[in-house]
């Protein structure tokens, strides 16, 4: 197995050393060297002034190679695991009609879930990184028309979606990497999380069952990792450290920060110390005096790196294990064990003499060196991300390989939508139809050409370092279009006559309430009403004739107010029909309101009321006369609005003795008796005229 070169490059020193894995012994470390930066160009784990870093690479780098004889071109490093991001997110894709999702269709809607997942960070409240490298994703559940699926390829329908967990870093952090590395002739191959590195150094695999506490303490921060179950499960970070303490130190005593740096190294090497202040004047300081000065913030430091743990386990872990320079900061280590309640021998610093199956060179020791083993191991294991770069439309590519990368994958990371990947269909067209729904499908947009080293290919196909990919994105389709005339029924005119005029009876459609003409467009939305030429209904309704109309007139019969409804009366070559009959070529149509006549009244008079002896009779009509506004009129005459119609069954009123028919006379008469009539109490004659309610009496005396 070929060497690796480890770098780690720290807030406050850079590391590097060169190992192989030699199967039987372990890790052989061949070279090591390590060096500080003049000033602080590092804040946060993050490169902040590419050049002084790269000066600080590009010493160890040469080191090294002096050491080996050889030149080194490949590098593998560590980005800090605070900026590790993770999000989980859904996309769906909808069909307006079912169809069979193929293996293109499926990975271009994971990789819009990817793309989601981006968006999402980028919107998230705590984070104002502007741009993310994906290093990798996985699915982790697909639905076919909302059912839960373990597989979409080959199955059909209108809705699909998907859901995927993606890992996300900051670009400016790989990006800084990379441009430090560049500036020294020097090649990513592999990146892993420093937390991650540490933790395959400091914590053997058997070990990781147990519930430990890793805490790498650098200069700016402290990164945490926890065990449990046999893996890291929980990473965190501190954002306090070594130079909080140095800080602490150069305020109380005036002091340029690598004074202050120095001093505070030199505590757990001597009992006194003499160094300058930035003034010039000498000074010199016993141990226990600084420690005082130091013990507030050393505090601080241990009871924020103990709230994150117990924040991240949730209880307190069976051990802390301590690496990185900052560990060695005098009583850190004995105050996270009082504030996790843990034994003295519970917390402990781990150093590379400790370490199982490392050898080789032994110039690199203490707990600084964890790290860059860590990031050795990860390289010689294959367990970190895989880098390399292609090229996509001429544009140089990073990608990481969490796992096997695709086509789909450099084109995400390259800044190209996935939306591109498969021109958009055109869009449908929906109209209504008498009601019934309608829909005109658009053209299928055309896939994206896809060419990598000059040959066809997809977007699931793997990728090696130096692949060319032409891209170019999809067509989307035509949207669909439509006059009214594509879609009308072929039906022929027909002529006829209607209400003794000529005309063409051919079918109609409207737009709305708006007669439409078969080179008018139909858009989208629209609610058609088509009227066929068949039946005597449409005709009516196309001559502007309204059979659903209601028609009355009102008429006064002998002063009461009677109101007659009025219907319609069709006729079709002269014999009545209903609205459903159908309309041939030639017929003669007519459509009126029928006129009803005094005859259909069925008038008839009343009698005159009068009272005889007591005794009511009814005297019945003599005759039938109608009369308009004292006019006779004949039956057959028709009804008019607001006529003012008399029924009467007189022509004079009866006298006397036409009523003595309906008086009932004693069966016996006395002799002598004479007949004696009076009307109202006054005698009358038998010529004396009656008028209705006239009381009468005939009496025999």
Not at 156 to 166: F, H, L, M, N, T
Not at 373 to 386: R, S, V
Not at 559 to 584: F, K, M, P, R, Y
Request: proline share 5%; glycine share 8%; net charge negative.
């Amino acid at each position: 197995m070929e060497p690796i070169f480890a770098l780690d490059i720290g807030t406050r020193m850079v590391m590097g050393l060169v190992m192989i894995k030699n199967k039987e012994q372990g890790y052989e470390i061949l070279a090591s060297a390590r060096t500080e930066h003049k000033q602080r160009a590092m804040y946060d784990g993050q490169v902040h002034d590419v050049d002084e870093v790269a000066r600080a690479v590009i010493k160890v780098k040469e080191i090294l190679e002096k050491k080996l004889g050889v030149p080194l071109k490949q590098v593998a490093v560590a980005a800090a695991g605070r900026a590790l991001r993770t999000e989980v997110a859904v996309a769906e894709h909808k069909e307006l009609l079912p169809l069979r999702w193929e293996r293109e269709d499926v990975l271009a809607l994971e990789m819009e879930a990817v793309h989601q997942a981006l968006r999402q960070l980028k919107s998230s409240a705590d984070n104002d990184s502007p741009s993310y490298h994906c290093v990798g994703y996985s699915p982790i559940a697909r639905w076919n028309e909302g059912e839960e699926i373990s597989s979409l390829i080959g199955q059909r329908g209108k809705v699909a979606k998907v859901s995927v967990i993606a890992t996300f870093l900051p670009r400016t952090v790989v990006d800084g990497l990379v441009a430090v590395l560049g500036r020294v002739g020097l090649e990513m191959t592999s990146l892993t999380l420093e937390p991650i590195a540490a933790g395959q150094a400091a914590i053997p695999p058997n070990m990781r069952r147990l519930n430990l506490a890793l805490v790498d303490i650098g200069a700016g921060t402290a990164d945490i990792a926890l065990t449990r179950n046999g893996s890291f499960f929980a990473y965190g970070m501190v954002p306090m450290a070594g130079d909080a303490v140095t800080e602490e130190i150069c305020a109380h005593y005036l002091l340029d920060f690598k004074v202050g740096e120095k001093v505070k190294r030199a505590l757990n090497a001597k009992a006194e110390l003499n160094f300058k202040d930035f003034l010039g004047a000498k000074l010199v300081a016993n141990k226990d005096e600084i420690l005082t000065v130091i013990q507030s913030v050393v505090g601080k430091i241990a009871e924020a790196i103990s709230s994150e743990i117990l924040n991240l386990n949730g209880d307190v872990p069976q051990a802390v294990i301590l690496i990185g320079g900052g560990s060695l900061t005098p009583m850190l280590s004995n105050y996270l064990a009082e504030t996790l309640g843990l034994p003295q021998n519970r917390v402990g610093i781990q150093v590379r003499e400790r370490l199982g199956e490392i050898y080789g060179e032994k110039s690199i020791r203490g707990p600084e060196s964890i790290t860059p083993i860590g990031i050795g191991i990860a390289a010689l294991e294959g367990n970190g991300l895989q880098y390399y770069t292609v090229t996509v439309n001429s544009t140089r590519v990073s990608i990481f390989e969490l796992q096997l990368a695709t086509v789909a994958e450099a084109l995400l990371a390259a800044g190209i939508l996935p939306r591109s990947f498969f021109g958009k269909p055109g869009a449908a067209l929906t109209y209504e139809w008498n009601s019934e729904m309608r829909v005109i499908k658009g053209t299928m947009g055309s896939a994206a050409q896809l060419l990598i080293n000059g040959k066809p290919c997809k977007l699931d196909q793997a990728l090696k370092a130096g692949d060319d990919i032409v891209f170019v994105a999809g067509e989307q389709g035509v949207d669909a279009q439509v006059n009214f005339q594509d879609v009308l029924p072929a039906v022929a005119a027909k002529g006829i006559v209607w209400n003794g005029k000529r005309e063409v009876y051919s079918p109609r459609f409207f737009e709305n309430n708006r007669l439409a003409s078969e080179s008018d467009k139909i858009l989208d939305g629209y609610k058609i009403t088509y009227f066929l030429n068949d039946n005597l209904k449409n005709l009516c309704q196309q001559m502007g004739y309204n059979l659903d109309k209601k028609e009355e007139i009102e008429i006064r019969i002998n002063g009461e107010i009677q109101t007659i409804d009025l219907t319609h009366e069709l006729l079709v070559n002269g014999c009545g029909v209903a609205s459903s009959h159908i309309i041939h070529e030639g017929d003669s149509i007519e459509a009126h309101t029928r006129q009803i006549t005094v005859r259909e009244l069925s008038l008839e008079p009343k009698p005159i009321t009068f009272t005889v002896n007591g005794v009511r009779v009814e005297y019945p009509p003599q005759d039938k006369i109608i009369s308009h506004h004292g006019r006779p009129i004949l039956e057959d005459q028709p009804l008019m609005d607001k006529m003012e119609l008399r029924v009467e069954g007189y022509r004079k009123m009866p006298i006397l003795s036409d009523l003595l028919p309906y008086v009932k006379f004693p069966e016996e008469v006395l002799p002598g008796a004479s007949l004696k009539i009076s009307v109202n109490g006054t005698p009358a004659e038998f010529t004396t005229v009656l008028h209705p309610g006239d009381r009468m009496s005939a009496t025999f005396e």
